[in-house]
């Protein structure tokens, strides 16, 4: 069975800009969540979805936003980048919320 | 919320040596997962574990719920072991249904 799947690996990106990541999930899982980690704060959760509804969502600006669709990929997408934004992405997917979480491989964001 | 603590922060170690990584967290628990990640950042899972004990190889977990501890051994360890260990609890209800995770402990395992 195939992994859990984030594209782009890596993406560079100007302040101001906007960009968008996506994550398959592990085929049957319908759980995806979103994490990001940076060397300051660690990881971090970002949002939460389970068929196609956001559960639940972290301390982020509304400059983040994700969704989720109804073949259980997701997307998350950063408006107004900032040289904060700069981190790795990381995907999760599970069969429910509380079971077990694998991770994808991340997407590397650098905003300049 | 939960809130989750690893100790040590850092340990250095010669290879074949035997180590104990601890997390503690602040309440119970329906989710305890370890992972290690990898030089690319991947979060590998090792152990998903919210009680009891588990055995993988040369790796082991126990987790305590009712003292709200988990321990990772890591037994004859090598190079490759080297490497970010993290301890991520969840806890559904409430305001939280996702895992939040420890600082971590840096492991390097010297030859």
């Known amino acids: 069975k195939a992994g859990v799947t984030q594209t782009p690996r890596y993406l560079i990106k100007t302040r101001g800009q906007q960009v968008t990541l996506s994550c398959s999930p592990i085929?049957?899982?319908?759980?995806v969540s979103w994490y990001q980690q940076t060397p300051g704060q660690g990881l971090q959760f970002l949002f939460e979805?389970?068929?196609?509804?956001?559960?639940n969502k972290g301390n982020f600006p509304g400059r983040f936003s994700g969704r989720q669709f109804s073949n259980s990929r997701s997307e998350m997408n950063v408006s107004t980048l900032e040289l904060g934004d700069s981190a790795l992405y990381l995907c999760a997917s599970s069969l429910a919320p509380t079971a077990e979480q694998y991770f994808g491989p991340g997407t590397r964001l650098t905003v300049t | 919320g939960i809130q989750v603590e690893q100790s040590p922060p850092d340990l250095i170690l010669q290879e074949g040596a035997n180590s104990t990584l601890r997390c503690n967290f602040s309440d119970s628990v329906n989710n305890l997962q370890w992972f290690h990640q990898n030089p690319w950042g991947q979060l590998i899972n090792l152990f998903y574990?919210?009680?009891g004990t588990k055995q993988n190889g040369r790796l082991s977990a126990t987790t305590v719920a009712t003292e709200r501890y988990s321990l990772l051994y890591i037994s004859s360890s090598q190079t490759t072991d080297s490497g970010v260990y993290f301890c991520a609890a969840l806890n559904y209800g409430g305001s939280q249904g996702n895992l939040i995770f420890g600082k971590g402990t840096k492991l390097s395992v010297k030859p």
């Open positions: 085929s049957g899982h319908r759980s």
């Open positions: 979805y389970f068929s196609e509804t956001q559960r």
């Open positions: 574990i919210p009680s």
